[in-house]
């Protein structure tokens, strides 16, 4: 009976209860901090009843073992009015972070002065872009310059620290004949982009048509 009452329940009745909680609480306007609203992104897993026909949720590590069935929450978190603003649920196999906070990004209806702050995992060219084309500002903390991140493609100082600008070329076509001549891509630019990224990074968008 509970897991066919489970089938009832939407995922979006869930995030109505934050948002109308919100609306209805004594916190009419979000807490600054400098001018700033700072929402965190992050994700986490929800364990739900056992339900192994349900492939998208169930989990099972070994043969022998029982398997258990697993959502994803990626939410936003107002840091400063300790409120919970958006929230996306996946099932556990098709979860996706980057594209969570993607689409809460541009759904995102608050004042342009804000800064989404995310940590190693989020770290990505479209999620700067979306959250760029709004007017607003981001924080996300990059992986090591020696892993598999996007800092890796780049040549950094060998210090402990750094300071540093990097200019990055984006194409829709990674053939050898539009990296030797990123000049001759056609551009659309429709910002040259002004945040920064924990590694700081300067991006400039290029579309080959």
Known sequence: MRVKSRRI???RG???IPRTSNSNSFIKEPTNYNGFRLLACDGTDLCIPRNPTDKSTYIQTAENVQGYNVLHLTALYD???RTYVDGIIQPKKNEHEKAALWTMADRYQGSEKTIFIADRGFENYNTFAHIEKHGMYYLIRA???NSNGITS???FSATPSFDEWK???L???QTKEVKQNPRNCQSRNWKEFQSRTWLLLHIKENWNN
């Open 14 to 16: 869930w995030l109505r």
């Open 153 to 155: 493609t780049h040549d």
């Open 143 to 145: 992986k090591d310059i």
């Open 9 to 11: 329940l939407l995922s």
């Open 167 to 169: 200019m990055v070329t």
């Open 79 to 81: 840091l400063c009015s």
């Open 171 to 173: 194409t829709r076509k």
